[in-house]
């Protein structure tokens, strides 16, 4: 360990030189444990932990709680009372970092003001950035921990030994760590949980920062999955999803023959009346796994199939490694899953994406006509192969462009909504919905849903007739 001028204890920092590394060595397994004790450290103290970004950090925090619980910690809803409060942090896009820097400044004022012996920690995908934590150690003092996505699992010490030398420690791995089961988790749904499969992703798109801040490729032990999802199952949940940066992936960095397509069956067979998984790369998506969702009516008809972009010089320039023809005879294939609907990602304004380029971007849309899309403008990130590429277009071209998109995918999710009007659709009941007196839900196509219904069925999986469709959303009524 070394001890810093400045105060803080740094066990290990970023290094993006690692992170970009890729070894063929297999991951080890180990396996959680806390020592006792650090079991009281959090006793008669509150926590608050805030989550940005995607699922996989949403699961990530649902660790993190269950940790800070396991050390006598109860959660505050005020992120501005709480004892310990933990930002668990996004890198994907500029607005992303820019709200966890904005939460920050907000956290140290009130630390000067009412709330003197806040702890204040910063996790996730920013923690494993170099220059974030350069940042952190030189500006931001008050930041009492630092810890990144492949040593979560040490929060417990890192944040005892914070507490205790009352200095800034940091502690990030640049190098994957192993893989750690038997964390506990506090999950934030009492019928809808996430899985993780597989973590890291090996795919180098130009435009992402992923494979930095999440490591290389690792699959989790198809035995340790399915324990879990029979437990789940034991537990009553209804619905499971899948997760991963590239879950089609799963298992090719195993020694096995096993792959996504064998693991949506076996989670399939678990009973589990709900199947999700996410992220999927059109490049890893095989017929096989097609196959396999026809075949079981637990796995649901909803595909996320990033596209990225409609021209085939620009998916180069990004490293997608198909082009917009295999896309669509893939998206093509899927359509022949009874009642799919098929979401994607798009982004605009790449380097050098020309008019014309986001024209045949418009094109794909005008045949694809996904049921769901989110769109973003192109963040530069460093440490990604994008950020070196020549970029003439103006921010407000892209606006522009950004704008025209979302007027045309929109208008296919309304239409996409309308077609659902008069039908009688399965739901997963969530909760009461903000709409007064209504409850909501999501189709087995993953679309929401707001009905009027009989409050006992939260939790259940129901009938209910479509009655009206928005864009974002449809209305109905319990049959
Ligand atoms: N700029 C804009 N959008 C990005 N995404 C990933 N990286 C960037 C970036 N640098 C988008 C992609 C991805 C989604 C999760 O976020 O569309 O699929
Ligand atoms: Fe954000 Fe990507 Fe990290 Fe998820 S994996 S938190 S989207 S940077």
Redesign the pocket.
Same mark, same amino acid.
Do not use: D, H, K, L
């Given at each position: 360990m070394i001890e810093l001028t400045n105060g803080s204890d740094v066990m290990e920092l970023p290094n993006y030189k690692e992170a970009r590394k890729r070894n063929t060595e297999i991951v080890e397994k180990e396996y959680y444990e806390i020592n006792d004790n650090l079991i009281n450290i959090g006793l008669n103290k509150t926590y608050h932990v805030k989550t940005? +970004? *995607?699922q996989?950090?949403e699961h990530d925090t649902e660790n993190i709680k269950a940790m800070l619980e396991q050390l006598g910690f109860v959660e505050e809803v005020d992120i501005f009372k709480a004892d310990v409060v933990i930002l668990n @942090? /996004?890198? %994907?896009r500029e607005n992303?970092h820019n709200k966890a820097f904005g939460m920050l400044g907000r956290l140290k004022h009130v630390k000067e003001e009412s709330n003197k012996n806040m702890i204040i920690g910063l996790c +996730? /995908?920013m923690a494993q950035e170099e220059k974030v934590v350069n940042d952190i150690m030189k500006k931001y003092k008050y930041v009492n921990f630092v810890f990144g @996505?492949h040593n979560i699992h040490h929060l417990p010490y890192i944040l005892d030994k914070a507490i205790k030398t009352k200095k800034q420690v940091i502690e990030v791995f640049s190098k994957e760590g192993n893989i750690v089961e038997g964390l506990p988790s506090k999950r934030a749904n009492r019928y809808k949980a996430f899985v993780n499969i597989m973590y890291g992703c090996d795919k180098f798109c130009t435009y *992402? %920062?992923?494979p930095m @801040?999440?490591g290389k490729q690792r699959s989790r032990d198809k035995d340790d999955i399915i324990k879990e999802v029979n437990k789940l199952v034991k537990e009553g949940y209804k619905e499971v999803t899948l997760l991963g940066?590239n879950v089609n992936a799963y298992g090719k960095d195993l020694n096995t023959n096993y792959t996504m397509a064998n693991l949506l069956e076996d989670v399939a067979k678990t009973g589990i009346p709900r199947v999700r998984f996410m992220t999927s790369h059109p490049w890893d998506f095989t017929i096989d796994m097609i196959e396999v969702i026809k075949k079981y009516n637990n796995i649901m008809p909803s595909i996320h199939l990033p596209v990225q972009s409609g021209s085939n010089k620009v998916l180069k320039l990004m490293g997608r490694k198909y082009t917009k023809e295999e896309y669509l005879e893939l998206f093509d294939q899927l359509r022949t899953i009874p009642n799919v609907t098929i979401s994607t990602d798009i982004i605009v304004g790449f380097p050098s994406e020309t008019e014309t380029d986001f024209e045949e971007t418009l094109k794909l849309c005008e045949y694809c006509k996904f049921d769901n899309a989110y769109t973003f403008i192109f963040s530069p990130r460093e440490g990604t192969a994008a950020l070196k590429l020549k970029d003439e277009t103006t921010l407000k071209e892209k606006e522009e462009r950004l704008y025209k998109l979302n007027e045309l995918v929109n208008k296919y999710f309304l239409e996409s909504n309308q077609k659902m009007i008069g039908k009688v659709v399965d739901v997963l009941v969530d909760s009461k919905s903000e709409k007064e007196g209504m409850l909501c839900g999501y189709t087995d196509t993953n679309k929401l849903i707001n009905f009027y219904g009989d409050e006992k069925s939260i939790g259940e999986i129901v009938k209910v007739e479509v009655v009206d469709a928005k864009t974002w959303s449809l209305d109905g009524k319990q049959k």
């Open positions: 940005y +970004g *995607c996989m950090n @942090t /996004c890198s %994907i992303a +996730g /995908c @996505t *992402c %920062i992923v @801040t999440r940066q």
